[in-house]
């Protein structure tokens, strides 16, 4: 079982549209919740980090860790066709980052 | 946030020859830095952790031979693929942080060897 699991997608969905973004973890360890976005042929951009369990909000993203589920999410508001990028959630102990596989969004205008 | 820069942002080289990856902090001291190698539609593969002044650590299955990693001041980090071939091809991208903080990628840089 990985450590982190993240559905690859892809995902398309119309402009404005709520998306939603999940990933499962197995290592209860794990402290530290990131959501980062990476465009084609790009290095990852941090978009979002949390530390408990809850949401954390930032503009149209919101960031949500429910750790005795394991489970952490991304949500993006009236979404927009910029928003189109492979998203990554990645977490941590106290050692190294471990990433999700990436799931590729496309938002269509 | 900080800002991480790498140079170059590709390279095209022969099988055999070695090739230097810079990775710079322009805005904070990083006490650590990370190298990473991505595949197409595939997650970052952490290659090595590098503490400043120290060597660096690297993960299994990664030959530190052929991926030499210096870490000689707090801004920069740089990996030279030595003898590199054609399986090396990758994205290579870098990561920078200063103590608890969080991780700050660089831009990667797209190696492709004939």
């Known amino acids: 079982q990985k450590e982190v699991e993240q559905d690859p997608g892809p995902l398309s969905v119309p402009e404005g549209a709520i998306v939603s973004l999940n990933c499962t973890y197995s290592n209860s360890a794990f402290q530290y919740f990131m959501w980062y976005r990476q465009y084609s042929r790009k290095g990852p951009e941090l978009l979002m980090y949390?530390?408990?369990?809850g949401n954390k909000e930032d503009g149209r993203f919101t960031a949500q860790v429910d750790k005795s589920s394991k489970y952490i999410s991304l949500f993006i508001r009236d979404s927009q066709p910029s928003d189109s990028a492979t998203y990554l959630c990645a977490m941590k102990g106290a050692q190294k980052l471990v990433f999700g596989q990436g799931t590729r969004l496309t938002i269509n205008p | 946030g900080a800002v991480v820069s790498q140079h170059p942002s590709r390279v095209i080289c022969k099988s055999g020859t070695s090739v230097k990856i810079e990775c710079r902090s322009l805005?904070?001291?990083?006490?650590?830095m990370f190298w990473y190698r991505q595949f197409p539609k595939k997650s970052l593969m952490l290659m090595a952790t590098s503490n400043e002044g120290s060597k660096a650590t690297y993960e299994q299955g990664v030959e530190k031979d052929k991926f030499l990693i210096n870490h000689a001041s707090l801004t920069l980090s740089t990996l030279t693929v030595t003898s590199a071939h054609p399986e090396d091809s990758s994205f290579y991208i870098c990561?920078?942080?200063?103590?608890?903080?969080?991780?700050?990628f660089g831009p990667g840089t797209r190696l492709l060897v004939l």
């Open positions: 949390t530390y408990s369990s």
């Open positions: 805005d904070f001291q990083a006490t650590t």
């Open positions: 990561s920078a942080k200063s103590g608890q903080e969080t991780q700050y």
